[in-house]
């Protein structure tokens, strides 16, 4: 049975977060644009299954600082299989510690692939679980990410403190 639930979050600190998960993992997290919630949808009790609660406490947890490591398993199936290679090896990456584009590509064993890593960063359906904002460019910009350059300034924001 590979049952999809999908739920939209709001994560104090990160804001509106659309969590897709199945019996296998997390298959998606998306930031996403609202403007008003309800008490229920700000984080008042509410019956979520394993995955989705575990999820959205360590999520929290995150935002406040107080997580450094995901226990949640993600599911990674539907991306290309060089996708998954950057999405494991970014996955790596402790956190507060970034590496380039070409660090990640060299790390690959493909020291000519900035290009393609960054390509597949971007389709990372996970972000924050597997951590592409702690990749940079080389001269230490944040360089792009799928939710914006603000949301990726947060991101290592809050692996600073």
């Known amino acids: 049975m590979n049952k999809k639930n999908i739920n939209d979050v709001f994560i104090p600190g990160l804001g509106w977060i659309r969590i897709k998960v199945s019996d296998r993992g997390v298959t998606g997290i998306e930031f996403i644009r609202r403007t008003s919630h309800t008490r229920r ?18 999520l929290r947890l995150y935002a406040q600082g107080r997580l450094k490591k995901y226990s949640v398993p993600v599911d990674i199936s539907r991306v290309s299989d060089f996708t998954k290679l950057v ?4 996955k790596k990456i402790p956190y507060g510690r970034t590496l380039s584009y070409k660090q990640l590509a060299s790390a690959l064993g493909r020291p000519n692939a900035s290009r393609a890593v960054g390509n597949s960063l971007g389709k990372n359906p996970v972000p924050i679980i597997i951590p592409c904002h702690r990749i940079i460019k080389t001269d230490g910009s944040p360089g792009g ?17």
């Open 41 to 58: 949808e700000a984080g008042l009790p509410r019956p979520f299954p394993g995955i989705l609660r575990t999820t959205i406490k360590e």
């Open 87 to 90: 999405l494991q090896q970014t």
């Open 145 to 161: 990410y799928s939710s914006g350059a603000a949301m990726k300034r947060k991101l290592l924001g809050i692996e600073k403190k």
